[in-house]
């Protein structure tokens, strides 16, 4: 499962973009990067009519894990959780997230993992 289409990052400007002037929250496992969305870097197209969300990205590095099997289930799962955990939410003003997955995350199970996740999430002040 993927991101709904309006809660996802595109372009490489916006993830440069984010990765150096987000303000960061760290847990054991992961890293969490937040910032109010630069309008210039994030292509709109003709769907400026849509409501804010919060525009989110994963990314797990081939030292988390060197199978790409593994790698993409924890993407999936993690789509799946933050789909379900940010499209209830009303949101004033759009933000941008990045999650960033350690190497130290293989030793914790899938629970710990969204928990650690959801933390991470009400630290930022993105959910309650």
Same mark, same amino acid.
């Given at each position: 499962?993927?991101?709904?289409?309006?809660?996802?990052?595109?372009?490489?400007?916006?993830?440069?973009?984010?990765?150096?002037?987000?303000?960061?929250?760290?847990?054991?496992?992961?890293?969490?990067?937040?910032?109010?969305?630069?309008?210039?870097? *994030? =292509?709109?197209?003709?769907? #400026?009519?849509?409501?804010?969300?919060?525009?989110?990205?994963?990314? &797990? /590095?081939? $030292?988390? +894990?060197?199978?790409?099997?593994?790698?993409?289930?924890?993407?999936?799962?993690?789509?799946? *959780? =933050?789909?379900?955990?940010? #499209?209830?939410?009303?949101?004033?003003?759009?933000?941008?997230?990045? &999650? /960033?997955? $350690?190497? +130290?995350?293989?030793?914790?199970?899938?629970?710990?993992?969204?928990?650690?996740?959801?933390?991470? =999430?009400?630290?930022?002040?993105?959910?309650?």
């Amino acid at each position: 499962m993927v991101l709904p289409k309006h809660m996802r990052l595109k372009g490489h400007k916006c993830f440069d973009f984010i990765y150096k002037e987000g303000s960061r929250f760290y847990s054991p496992s992961m890293v969490l990067r937040v910032i109010n969305p630069n309008t210039k870097l *994030h =292509l709109t197209g003709n769907n #400026s009519q849509t409501k804010p969300s919060v525009k989110c990205a994963i990314s &797990i /590095s081939n $030292k988390v +894990s060197k199978k790409s099997v593994t790698r993409n289930k924890l993407r999936r799962l993690f789509h799946h *959780h =933050l789909s379900y955990r940010l #499209s209830k939410m009303i949101i004033e003003k759009e933000v941008w997230a990045f &999650i /960033s997955l $350690k190497p +130290s995350c293989m030793k914790n199970s899938n629970s710990n993992l969204l928990k650690e996740c959801d933390k991470l =999430l009400i630290k930022a002040g993105l959910t309650k």
